[in-house]
């Protein structure tokens, strides 16, 4: 089972990682790990477990092009991030990192702290409470990447970009 | 009978650097013209570029540009040593473009060596990379991973994106300017009103190339992929402006918003997000302790002589630390050529070193909790200038040159009378 780690709407790269607190200013990187929401959500990086979700509102991850927001949840084995609407840097940053991200808005219907289970690939949860939520299926090139690991495993995999290719 | 939709700006440049015609909706593969990357996410970027891509060099060293203006100059034996790791890299790749300490902020340093020129596509490692769009190019900003991928191949891939249309009209009223026409769209588009979007600046030829930047830079805090103003009018004629590129009638905008400059009073961005904007006759009084006149949206030749203009002879209010960070070396240049510098120095300002200073909260200028700040730059998220418990309020060079007078948040018209 994975924890649900909910948030609101407007979630900013700022409030994921602080720019104080980017590897370009640690002394050793791998600390990047403690530092997801180290402001906003004390509490997330000393408890968060490999696989739990993040249940966000719209716009998640809007602000900087800083990829370390999502390396660093990627660090702590963030197992998909799922809301209404993602930032675009952020969305890319992500995919581009292999972290499942979701389209839905399941703010309303999951709770935070509550026991879920995702299967990937068929883009299902199963919570303890019994629910089943179906989520909308990605993009078939989304998730490709997402199964070569990213988009440099992907790029190294097929030698080209996603999309249609003429330059 | 099929009708024909003409393209947006966005579709004309991105079908020239596909190849092929593209619309909103389809996946391509681009070429890209230029890479912009800066000192804060080069190092990952040469580590992707190697390690984990594999390819030794980059695929053209004059379309390369890198630019040490995040941490300038260096705050701590880790910054210092991660730049002095970047400047051998840019030796060692024979990369032709880089512009060191001192020199300014990436994007307006690229605008001013002329490298950012319209109809290109320019891929930076920020997301204010919408700046570029001041000159009719598309900007926009990735991360760590695609710039490396960019670095590499001279490509990346793109989703082509619909076009929502802010069209202006009129003049702006004396003490209202380019920031308040930008934080205004912001209040109408809110912060994610734009994203997966380009915006396109209409109405707004008569601007200079500077504040055509501050609405470029502002696209991104309303979602946009780019920001784009057709580079036409005169502050365009320096520039090359290929054949192909103009804006079209019955081009497709998913949206259309339309601000009377006329009408327009100065606009204030209230902490904690750059969406949450009132007209500054509706805010109230708000004591500051620091006014910041600076960053890619309004830290310009052109936003030190607005504030200049405004506290010549006087000085700003007891209590008030000014400080003033340029966005480039030759506006700091500029700005002493003509006394713009004396007259800010006079008033009891201080002058950082050009570059972003403390935008993104890491040096030269970071916030103590509760301290309030009256910030020139693009964003007031909570803890984004230090303390999370500072709080940021956005507004234009005018407001912050009149709110350093009197130590509160003022209507520029209001020193102007006095």
């Known amino acids: 089972m994975a924890r649900v780690w909910m948030f609101g709407n407007d979630v900013n790269t700022d409030q994921i990682i602080p720019g104080r607190y980017a590897p370009y200013m640690l002394k050793n990187e791998q600390d990047l790990r403690k530092y997801p929401?180290?402001?906003?959500?004390?509490?997330?990086?000393?408890?968060?477990?490999?696989?739990?979700?993040?249940?966000?509102?719209?716009?998640?991850?809007?602000?900087?092009?800083?990829?370390?927001?999502?390396?660093?949840?990627?660090?702590?084995?963030i197992g998909a991030i799922i809301a209404p609407l993602f930032a675009r840097i952020f969305f890319r940053n992500a995919l581009n990192l292999g972290i499942p991200c979701f389209t839905a808005d399941l703010t309303q219907t999951l709770r935070d702290g509550e026991q879920v289970e995702l299967d990937i690939e068929q883009g299902v949860i199963l919570t303890e409470r019994g629910m089943r939520i179906e989520l909308p299926a990605p993009p078939s090139f989304m998730r490709e990447i997402w199964s070569a690991g990213g988009i440099v495993p992907y790029y190294r995999t097929y030698g080209r970009f996603p999309g249609t290719q003429r330059v | 009978m099929e009708i024909m939709i003409a393209p947006t700006l966005s579709e004309q440049i991105l079908s020239h650097a596909a190849g092929y015609p593209v619309r909103a909706g389809d996946v391509a593969t681009v070429s890209v013209d230029l890479v912009m990357m800066h000192d804060s996410l080069s190092p990952s970027i040469i580590k992707v570029l190697h390690e984990e891509l594999g390819a030794e060099r980059v695929w053209d060293v004059q379309r390369v540009a890198v630019v040490i203006d995040h941490v300038a100059p260096a705050s701590n034996i880790q910054t210092a040593e991660k730049q002095a790791g970047v400047r051998h890299w840019v030796r060692d790749q024979g990369i032709t473009h880089l512009f060191d300490v001192g020199r300014g902020i990436s994007h307006?340093?690229?605008?001013?060596?002329?490298?950012?020129?319209?109809?290109?596509?320019?891929?930076?490692?920020?997301?204010?990379?919408?700046?570029y769009g001041c000159v009719g190019a598309f900007g926009t900003g990735m991360g760590t991973t695609d710039i490396a991928l960019a670095l590499a191949t001279g490509r990346t891939w793109m989703r082509v994106p619909e076009t929502v249309l802010v069209r202006a009209v009129g003049r702006f009223r004396p003490g209202v300017s380019a920031k308040d026409l930008g934080l205004r769209a912001a209040r109408i588009l809110r912060a994610d009103g734009a994203t997966y979007a380009s915006i396109e600046w209409h109405g707004v030829d008569f601007l200079s190339i500077g504040d055509r930047m501050t609405l470029a830079t502002l696209s991104i805090e309303m979602g946009a992929k780019a920001g784009l103003i057709p580079p036409v009018g005169p502050a365009a004629s320096g520039f090359r402006v290929p054949d192909w590129l103009a804006v079209q009638a019955g081009a497709d905008y998913v949206r259309t918003v339309d601000i009377d400059l006329a009408q327009l009073e100065p606009q204030i961005s209230v902490p904690h997000y750059v969406d949450n904007v009132v007209d500054l006759t509706e805010l109230g009084r708000v004591a500051v302790d620091v006014v910041y006149l600076g960053t890619c949206t309004n830290g310009r030749y052109e936003d030190m002589a607005a504030a200049a203009r405004i506290l010549k002879g006087r000085k700003i209010a007891r209590g008030v630390r000014m400080l003033v960070v340029p966005a480039s070396s030759e506006g700091l240049r500029q700005a002493a050529e003509d006394g713009t510098l004396s007259t800010l120095l006079a008033a009891g300002a201080t002058i950082g070193t050009p570059g972003c200073g403390a935008c993104i909260g890491r040096h030269m200028g970071v916030l103590a909790p509760d301290e309030v700040c009256l910030f020139t730059g693009n964003r007031n998220f909570r803890g984004r200038m230090g303390s999370p418990q500072a709080n940021i309020y956005l507004a234009s060079p005018e407001v912050a040159a009149a709110t350093a007078l009197t130590g509160y948040i003022t209507h520029p018209q209001d020193v102007l009378e006095r």
């Open chain 1, 37 to 77: 929401f180290v402001e906003a959500r004390p509490d997330f990086a000393p408890n968060v477990a490999p696989h739990d979700l993040i249940v966000a509102g719209r716009n998640f991850g809007c602000g900087s092009s800083r990829e370390y927001a999502p390396l660093a949840l990627k660090m702590v084995g």
């Open chain 2, 108 to 131: 307006q340093v690229l605008v001013e060596e002329g490298l950012a020129q319209p109809g290109l596509v320019i891929v930076g490692s920020d997301s204010h990379s919408t700046a």
